[in-house]
């Protein structure tokens, strides 16, 4: 029973328990599947279920269930064996380190969706039917595909501090001493590091915002563009008064999502200083009260104050969808 | 719109090449502004740079890149005396201090069944959403779709327990299970919307014929989705190749993935700028190859699922 539970060391064993855990799959889906072909005139709930059963019921033990055990878990002692009513959102709203952790994150969602969607449409405007538009769309694409450790370590890399007087071998501080400045330690001084940290953030979401938006911007039709360039509209006025009215919705999507996936990164800021020096965010936190300081409550409560972020933002987007829905 | 163009019948052709013209004046107004390409070139340069950097310098000599900036081997490759290697690489793969090489195995065994196994619950979830016609079907299909919201965060704890109870933590199981329980409702939202574009008259037709559901969906509905399967895999494959919360939480050091590893030296070996460079790209390459190479399809999903939570 270990043997397959747990694989060790050895890579071979590992791979051929990668292997069991698909042909069991293979075979249980199967067995589902033949059972809900079976019956002649099946009634709809039978082969319904068949096809959405798995699937529910794994949402609703690994999803549901768990949500709902966070939320009572918020409302308890540290090792949740006790009820303390509001006590860890007391705390999480009043102790002076958490309101640091509130403040940063709240500096992170309202200031790098903005920036990378900004960055995005900008870029794709500028781009959009040039000659070398594929190019440069993929070289702001492709930080899409390396992980937030990955990227962080790119960026850690530039902010990278040498004494004065010593070769530089981070970009930044490069720049700087070439300028004629001082090499500084961009990392341990806030506010300047929670916006160096979002660097790396944008770095990676103005490809996702570009390639939407840029999709948004061919959707536009030619004779709106042609219209208004007959009435003398051209360049930045192209720009604010023609393609930003009609990629509208795209443009809230685009916000909203980035804003979404903001809240609940954390390792990003988990690489690049693990917290320290003031830099650390609601999502952060959650992990660090629970695994390294085993305040399960107080964890808990910030995972639910993550949830309770992010709803607004999705009914804002909701209903911004069903309004331009509508005038369509 | 050029397929419109191109399906134009011959007569038309003058006004076609006009509309070609025009298309190419458009082209080179659009950049025609020395302000406006200088910032693009700008931006351009501002996100390839950071990966560059990294990159040169994975391929230095240790005590090169303690000394100097990576810019400067430009000029001293020009002088004939800048020496590259792939000794990072092989210090990072085998070093027994590193042993990147063994987290690269790990990545791997993780990643294929949480991309399988997700993608074939949410299909079978989606067709039975889309076409069963179940009652409480509609129902079933909002809250799913509504579940987008939660954040893995506020499920993570309670599930590790659970494991823990079960006493199956920190096996490589544990984390296939959670990453298929967390990709589903953004995959079964997908595959359902894909699976909607296909015509009612296609599934009746079949369903006429006397085929059974499970005939139809592989029949007629899986050859369809072959797209729209590539588009979500390739987002699962990224999300989970580069995923680090799940890996830490779920898992342990048997199965801990590039990502933790290579996180956990960005910590401890900070300043071991060879181990680190070598380490990233080691964890990079993979993701960057099938994101190159299926591009496409990435694009596609994006558009379709950018309403995501």
Redesign the interface.
Known sequence: MDWL?????D?AH??L??LI??VL??VL?GII?FV??RPRNPS??F??????G???L??L???????I???I?SFMNRNSTEFVGLDNYIQTFTEQRFLIVLGNTALWVLVAPLVATF?GL??AY??????FEAV?K?????????????A???????Y?FKPAGV?????LN?FIVWLGGEPQQFLLSRPLNTFLIMVVFI?IQ?G?AM??LS?SIKAIPDDIVEAARLDGVS?FGMFWRITIPSIRP?LV??LT?IA?TT??T??IV??MT?GQFNTSIV?LE??DQ??RQNE?GL??A???L??VI??PV?IY?VRQ?RLSEDVR | MSTVEAATPAPEVPRRTSSLNNRARKARKALSNPWASTLAVVIAILWTLPTVGLLITSFRPELDIRQSGWWTVFGSAFAGEGVFSLKNYETALFDGSTNLAVFFVNSFVVTLPAVFIPITLALLAAYGFAWVDFKGADFLFIAVFALQIVPIQITLVPLLSAYVDLGINGSFWTIWLSHSIFALPLAIFLLHNFMKEIPRSLIEAARMDGAGHVQVFFRVVLPLLTPALAAFAIFQFLWVWNDLLVALVMGDLKTFPLTVRVAELAGSRGGDWHVLSAGAFISMVVPLIVFLSLQRYFVRGLLAGSVKG
Do not use: C
């Open positions: 539970l747990h694989a060790g060391d890579p590992k791979l328990l990668m855990a698909i799959f293979v889906m599947l809900v072909d709809r709930w082969v319904g279920f068949g096809f959405t798995a699937a529910l794994l949402l033990l690994g999803l549901v269930y768990p949500a055990r966070t939320i878990n960055l900008v870029y500028l781009v959009d039917k040039s000659r440069a993929g070289l702001v694409f492709l930080p899409m595909a390396i992980s937030m450790v990955g962080s370590i790119i960026w850690k890399f530039v990278e070769n530089q071998t981070g970009l490069q770095w103005a996702f390639t939407l999709a360049g795209a999507v685009v999502t979404m809240l609940k954390f390792d988990r690489t693990a999502a959650f992990y629970r695994f399960a964890s808990a910030l995972a639910v993550l949830f992010v709803v999705i987007n969808q």
